[in-house]
């Protein structure tokens, strides 16, 4: 089936941009490798980046910022109070995100924690379409429970629905049933779910939210991290939208929302910033006495003026077609020569990353051994690529019964960053992982050795269990 009806893909993609500047890369020995996973306790977290050949760890403050930014940085205007870069950057995001008010912040995390305080009281519950780690943490940290209404199709990772980030709408009506509307403060809408796979929600899907949000008095905050690949998405796959730009469309799916929370190391391209966006001045001006106590004051958040004249623009960049269309290009280059070998990945390829189904690629090891962070460390093993487990571990426990939550997408994580590597690099990561699924048998199942309390992906150590 193919679910790019939109698209004018008889033309082969290039990337639009030539390469000023170089880094370096370092190959290891395998032996080296064997070491360095074993010191790290299997968590590919806990790697040095100097050990690391091909980094697919994250999409996240990796990218590679154009001339143009960094022209920016040297425009800084650090002023404590007031810097000429945070009206720039808010100009930015009301001209292409629509949003009235920016709130700065350190990165994503941030606005989470702020957006959690405002508008979550204990008790409340927060309907999203799937869960992010941060995301949830900060709004179980503010007494919320997060309840999940992406369509079922959503953790199916062989479905091949086009829009598989959209909401259920019987599952909105259904938690009203069950605590009232007044216990729901806002419908977190994610644009291009991380943790489904990089899936987009459709403008239909989102219109519908919109309309059941408005009859029940609730508002719709946006996780618009990578907003800009779900409006390439609805450009290329979604009926009357093959025509509009993935700028209009971006601007169009965020004037359906009431704010939203920013990482900007994802789709805009600077290696570190944030922000919350909102439209309602009486919860900005709540946001600005929270943000002084945690962030720094309103007009730089937890940024540097230079960092926010860089973000402002790779705002501009991140909506251009010709760009995003490259950076889902080479995703999808990645994701088709996989599965052209027969690796089980999750589909349709999403706009980050490609996911590898780990439960069906190691059948052996049960999901309380975590397969998924056991494949991310034999992938490291056999050539230096880094990627990361998106599964068990990171699904964490339950709240209540202090139980592991076993989600039904058990994934290994191939997130590409955006404009780093070449489609050369891609070839060497479909060769390693080749090998390792021509081994797979061999790969060893974990547990525990260290697991921290909060986001236990991020620093958690595991050793082999012998099968014996
Ligand atoms: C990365 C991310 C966040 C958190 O942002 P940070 O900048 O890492 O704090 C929130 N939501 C989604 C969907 C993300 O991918």
């Not at 216990?183 to 519908?208: E, F, H, K, W």
């Not at 690796?343 to 690629?361: K, Q, Y």
């Not at 998924?372 to 034999?378: M, Y």
Request: glycine share 8%; aromatic share 8%.
């Amino acid at each position: 089936m193919n679910v790019f009806t939109n698209a004018a893909s008889a033309d082969p993609w290039a990337e639009p941009y030539k390469i000023k500047m170089v880094e370096l890369l370092k190959k290891t020995t395998l032996e080296e490798r064997r070491h360095a996973i074993r010191q790290a306790g299997y968590n590919t977290f806990l790697l040095r980046s100097d050990d690391v050949y091909i980094d697919l760890l994250t999409d996240s403050g990796v990218g590679a910022m154009s001339d143009r930014q960094w022209a920016g940085l040297m425009r800084g205007d650090e002023a404590y109070a007031g810097s000429a870069n945070f009206y720039h950057l808010s100009e930015t995001v009301t001209e292409y995100y629509s949003y009235t008010y920016t709130v700065p912040t350190h990165q994503g995390r941030g606005a989470e924690n702020i957006l959690s305080q405002i508008l979550i009281k204990p008790g409340d519950h927060v309907p999203g379409n799937m869960y992010f780690t941060t995301t949830r943490l900060h709004q179980e940290l503010a007494g919320g429970t997060f309840v999940d209404v992406i369509i079922d199709e959503a953790h199916d990772p062989a479905s091949l629905h086009p829009f598989k980030g959209s909401v259920d709408i019987a599952k909105l009506d259904a938690l009203v049933e069950r605590v009232g509307a007044a216990r729901i403060p806002y419908v977190c809408i994610a644009t291009c779910v991380n943790m489904a796979g990089g899936q987009p929600i459709s403008l239909d899907n989102l219109r519908q939210v919109r309309l059941w949000c408005d009859r029940h008095g609730i508002l719709i905050i946006h996780d618009m991290t990578r907003v800009a690949e779900n409006a390439y998405f609805i450009q290329q796959r979604e009926q009357g939208y093959a025509d509009k730009s993935v700028r209009e469309i971006v601007h169009e799916i965020c004037r359906l929302t009431d704010g939203a929370t920013m990482s900007s190391k994802k789709d805009a391209m600077v290696n570190i910033g944030g922000f919350l966006a909102l439209n309602d001045e009486a919860l900005y001006e709540k946001a600005c006495n929270l943000v002084v106590v945690y962030e720094g004051l309103h007009t730089y958040g937890g940024m540097a003026g230079r960092d926010m004249e860089a973000l402002a623009i790779g705002i501009t960049e991140s909506v251009d077609d010709e760009h995003i269309r490259a950076r889902v290009g080479q995703v999808e280059y990645l994701g088709r020569n996989l599965e052209s070998l027969g690796v089980p990945i999750v589909l349709p390829i999403g706009g980050h990353a490609v996911f590898i189904d780990a439960r069906a690629t190691l059948p052996h090891i049960p999901q309380s051994q975590f397969p998924a962070q056991a494949l991310a460390a034999a992938l490291y093993v056999d050539a230096g690529v880094r990627v990361m487990e998106r599964g068990v571990v990171s699904a964490g426990r339950d709240k209540q019964t202090g139980e592991n939550i076993m989600p039904r997408l058990e994934l290994v994580r191939l997130t590409l960053p955006r404009r780093v590597y070449t489609q050369a690099h891609m070839d060497v990561v479909v060769a390693s992982v080749a090998r390792v699924m021509r081994q797979a048998d061999q790969i060893k199942g974990l547990r525990f050795t260290h697991e921290p309390e909060y986001l236990r992906f991020f620093r958690g150590r595991f050793t082999e269990i012998d099968a014996g």
